[in-house]
Nanobody
Framework: VQLQASGGGLVQAGGSLRLSCADSGRTFSNYAMAWFRQAPGKQREFVAAISPGGGRTSYAESVKGRFTISRDNAKNTVYLQMSSLKPEDTAIYFC??????????????WGQGTQVTVSS
């Protein structure tokens, strides 16, 4: 599993961004995928997760109704559609892969992160 996140950038509050995370390996569909984020001076926190087949999802309370996680197993890619962005969403966003669908940070594989900055 080799994860590459992209799609971050600078956006105004209320705007939208879509993050992507591509896996260059050949076993993507075997893994649950998740997004985490880490703001300056804060601990890394769970954002969203999706099961290997895409049938189950989980979200942090702070992003429910605003963010949507999805995946395309044919493209080995997981997405995070972020809408109604707030300044407090500013963070480095990481994608991660695990053999177990969970919302803790016990994921086996991690991407390098992509910066999201929301201006007020």
């Amino acid at each position: 599993v080799q994860l590459q996140a992209s799609g971050g950038g600078l956006v105004q509050a209320g705007g939208s961004l879509r993050l992507s995370c591509a896996d260059s390996g050949r076993t993507f569909s075997n893994y649950a995928m998740a997004w985490f984020r880490q703001a300056p001076g804060k601990q890394r926190e769970f954002v969203a997760a999706i099961s290997p087949g895409g049938g189950r999802t989980s979200y942090a309370e702070s992003v429910k109704g605003r963010f949507t996680i999805s995946r395309d197993n044919a493209k080995n890619t997981v997405y995070l559609q972020m809408s109604s962005l707030k300044p407090e969403d500013t963070a480095i966003y990481f994608c991660a892969a695990s053999t177990i669908f969970r919302s803790s940070d016990l994921y086996e594989y991690w991407g390098q992160g992509t910066q999201v900055t929301v201006s007020s």
